[in-house]
C-alpha cells in the first residue's frame, strides 16, 4: 500500500507539472496517493502492541556485542514507540474526536520519525564499516582463517545495511520536508519528489523484506496522510524500519 500510494504520488506529480494536458489525471493520482496514506494512518493505530512487543524482546539489546549498537538501537525503539501515540493524538484532532490542536503533535510524531531514521543512518553507516575493516584486516587477508560460508554471510550483511542506509536516508529527505517551514528544506518538495524518494524507499525495503524470507514487523513508516502532498505517514520491521515504510 505504502509502495503504491507513492508511485501514485510521483506519477501524479509528474503529469500535474509536466503534461498539463493529463493534469486531471495527475490530480486524480495525487487524490488516490492521499487516500492511501490517511488509510495507512488509519491502520497504524493497531500497530503499538506489535511495536511495544518488539521492543520489549530486544530489551536493552543485551546479545549485541558493540555498545553503540546497543545505544543507538535502543534509543531508536524508544523514538518509534513514541512516535505512535503521538500520532494517533494527531489523528484524533483532525477528526474532531478529541479537542485538541493537531499540527503541534504531528511535527513531534515527524520530529521523532527523523530522529528514529538518524539513529538508523548512524547504526547502518557504523555496521558497514566495521564489517569492511574486518573483512579486510590483515587477518581476513588469510582466507583459510575465515569460513568462506562467514565471508559470505558477512558481505550479504553489509549489502542489506547499505539498502536500510540508502532506504533511511531516502525517508529521512522526506521527514524533513514535513517538519515545519524554515527547518532546512521543509516544505520545498514538489509532490514528484516526495513520491520519488518514498518509492525509492519502499521499493528497498520490499526487496529486503523478500530476501529475509518476508520476516518484517511494521514500525512508523513515516508521516504522509494529512499532509496535501501526500505528507506524513509510516511503517518499520523487524527490527524496525522506523516510521517510513
Not at 71 to 78: D, I
Not at 150 to 174: H, W, Y
Request: with cysteine.
Amino acid at each position: 500500500m505504502r509502495t503504491l500510494g507513492y508511485c501514485c504520488q510521483l506519477v501524479g506529480g509528474v503529469l500535474v507539472e509536466q503534461c498539463p494536458a493529463r493534469s486531471e489525471v495527475g490530480t486524480r493520482l495525487l487524490a488516490l496517493s492521499s487516500q492511501l496514506s490517511h488509510c495507512r494512518t488509519v491502520l497504524r493505530l493497531f500497530d503499538d502492541v506489535a511495536m511495544f512487543v518488539y521492543t520489549k524482546q530486544y530489551g536493552l539489546g543485551a546479545e549485541e556485542e558493540a555498545i553503540f549498537v546497543r545505544c543507538v538501537s535502543v534509543l531508536g525503539n524508544l523514538a518509534d514507540q513514541l512516535y505512535y501515540p503521538c500520532e494517533h493524538i494527531a489523528w484524533a484532532a483532525d477528526a474532531k474526536i478529541l479537542h485538541v490542536e493537531s499540527a503541534p503533535w504531528l511535527t513531534l510524531s515527524t520530529a521523532l520519525w527523523g530522529l528514529s531514521l538518524l539513529l538508523g543512518i548512524a547504526r547502518s553507516l557504523w555496521m558497514v564499516l566495521k564489517l569492511r575493516q574486518r573483512l579486510r584486516s590483515p587477518l581476513a587477508a588469510l582466507t583459510s582463517r575465515l569460513p568462506q560460508g562467514k565471508r559470505r554471510d558477512m558481505e550479504a550483511q553489509i549489502r542489506s545495511e547499505a539498502l536500510t542506509l540508502l532506504s533511511n536516508l531516502a525517508d529521512l529527505a522526506n521527514a524533513v520536508h514535513w517538519l515545519p517551514p524554515g527547518i532546512l528544506w521543509a516544505g520545498r518538495f514538489p509532490p514528484w519528489l516526495v513520491g520519488l524518494l518514498g518509492t525509492i524507499s519502499s521499493l528497498l525495503s520490499m526487496y529486503q523484506a523478500v530476501g529475509a524470507g518476508g520476516q518484517a514487523y511494521a514500525a512508523p513508516d513515516g508521516p504522509g496522510s494529512r499532509n496535501p502532498d501526500g505528507g506524513p505517514s509510516h511503517g518499520a520491521a523487524i527490527a524496525p524500519e522506523g516510521p517510513g515504510l
